[in-house]
């Protein structure tokens, strides 16, 4: 099971922290990811995570502005939200890989667990 909050409402040019905790896994055996979906559109890959935390992936709307991270002790996956604009507003969701080939892809098909999402606004 994965929990996902600290979305919210923000201003265009502020932050927001999403947390992302696993339970029922072995949380180090997954790629941990986040993705986001407007109403009407395909959910979009924005940032992965290894399973040790070594390796990340972006895609480029978000690349120098989000940060992902992962505390395994904690068994939690973090989104830093930097420079927010409006359009970052959707809903976002976190997502769990199994550790076999790749932590990553940008395929939402291809990922095992998804946690329930969490709304970001951002107000222009």
């Known amino acids: 099971q994965l929990q996902a909050c600290g979305g919210g409402l923000v201003q265009a040019g502020g932050s927001l922290r999403l947390s992302c905790a696993a339970s029922?896994?072995?949380?180090?055996?997954?790629?941990m990811g986040w993705f986001r979906q407007c109403p009407g559109q395909e959910r979009e890959f924005l940032a992965a995570i290894s399973w040790g935390g070594g390796s990340t992936d972006y895609a480029d709307p978000v690349k120098g502005r989000f940060t992902i991270s992962r505390d395994n002790a904690k068994n939690t996956v973090y989104l830093q939200m930097n420079s927010l604009k409006a359009e970052d507003t959707a809903v976002y969701f976190c997502a769990a890989r199994r550790g076999v080939g790749s932590y990553s892809s940008r395929s939402y098909s291809l990922w095992n667990y998804w946690g329930q999402g969490t709304q970001v606004t951002v107000s222009s």
């Open positions: 029922g896994l072995t949380f180090s055996n997954y790629g």
